[in-house]
């Protein structure tokens, strides 16, 4: 050791085993609406506890906790709201994040069998199997429509108006609840958009497209992506929102084959994943997610930019571009 290298602790291997710990704190919070009864001025253990049907001597350790991870304040015996969970988990509140922690609690139970998994090389459900998608992803979508429709906000309205004004067909391949194709229903009001999904999940798109009062601009084409044809120089836009990661090598290059032949010359291509560096080595979201690929596909992974460009080149794109977009990992645009 050098006199000025700081001395080496287990502190990272304390904080890591505990983090998951923290996770399930936050998630028990926001599945008994605590910051939602903060909200509406319940401010002790004992209120709050009454307004979510649940005991004081639960809830107030999970209030202690939730003061320590900075979600809440403490001042006395009287509970507050951070800045954060008053924007995000606030049920009331248009940028309410709380079904999110719905995608932690479905993941759950699988990360515990990670170690299993690792040994044997087979996922504890392979949801790229349409068996399983199929009852998979209805569960999930919704959960992370937050996640997906502030990126897709952020892209849709960083196109310029002539970029929009050539927009007037979408195609939103793995829609869920059409969380990427939303933004640019509202922001080009000319423009058409398909969904496609399994015939499980586009019931769920429906109801937020409904929800944003757009029914009249979208139709839906159900089955499954792998098979139904996308047609030829039909959209000027395709979204491909966090498919590729679950789709694997072979299927996520030939989604993008079939994309690009779907759009019109100077279409644009969208991509939205999860996407580790070059080397592999950081950052940490895109790389953890790797391990859930692992956990729930047989052939699913992230995969990096080097590797995204050479499919969109093969595929007939000449310009690629990235958006740094909030989410995970910066947002893929491609041209033809
Ligand atoms: C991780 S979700 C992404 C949803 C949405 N694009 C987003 O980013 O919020 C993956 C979506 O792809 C759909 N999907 C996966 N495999 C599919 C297949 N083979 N055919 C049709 N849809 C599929 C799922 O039903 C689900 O809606």
Do not use: C
């Not at 080595?281 to 590797?307: C, D, I, R, W, Y």
């Amino acid at each position: 050791m050098t006199e000025t290298s700081s001395p080496i602790t287990p502190q990272q291997i304390i904080d890591h085993l505990w983090a998951a710990r923290s996770a399930m704190a936050l998630a028990a919070g926001i599945e008994h609406e605590v910051f939602t009864h903060v909200a509406n001025g319940e401010r002790t253990a004992v209120d709050i506890a009454k307004a979510a049907k649940a005991s004081k001597r639960g809830m107030e350790p999970l209030l202690d906790a939730l003061v320590a991870l900075q979600y809440l304040t403490k001042k006395g015996n009287q509970y507050g709201l951070a800045p954060v969970s008053e924007m995000f988990l606030v049920k009331s509140k248009p940028t309410y994040m709380g079904a999110f922690a719905q995608e932690t609690a479905l993941n759950w139970e699988a990360w515990g069998k990670l170690a299993e998994v690792v040994k044997t090389g087979k996922p504890v459900v392979a949801v790229d199997a349409e068996k399983f998608g199929k009852e998979f992803f209805p569960k999930l979508v919704a959960a992370i429509f937050p996640m997906s429709y502030s990126g897709a906000s952020f892209v849709a309205q960083s196109l310029t108006a002539k970029q929009r004004s050539k927009i007037t067909a979408i195609l939103d391949v793995a829609a869920g609840s059409a969380a990427w194709s939303l933004p640019f229903a509202q922001a080009i009001p000319a423009a058409q958009i398909t969904v496609v999904d399994y015939p499980e999940v586009t019931p769920i798109a429906r109801q937020f497209v409904e929800k944003f009062g757009l029914t009249e601009r979208y139709n839906y084409r159900e089955g499954n992506l792998r098979h139904i044809q996308f047609g030829r120089n039909q959209y000027d836009l395709v979204l491909l929102g966090h498919i590729i990661h679950s789709e694997g090598e072979k299927w996520g290059a030939k989604l993008i084959k079939k994309s690009a032949d779907a759009l019109r010359e100077g279409g644009l291509l969208l991509i939205a994943d999860m996407i580790p560096n070059d080397q592999r080595s950081g950052p940490v979201l895109p790389l953890v997610f790797g391990l859930n690929m692992l956990l729930h596909t047989a052939e699913g992974s992230v995969f990096t930019m080097k590797q995204y460009k050479e499919w969109l080149k093969a595929a007939g794109f000449k310009k690629i571009w990235t958006v740094a977009a909030p989410g995970p990992s910066p947002i893929i645009l491609a041209s033809k």
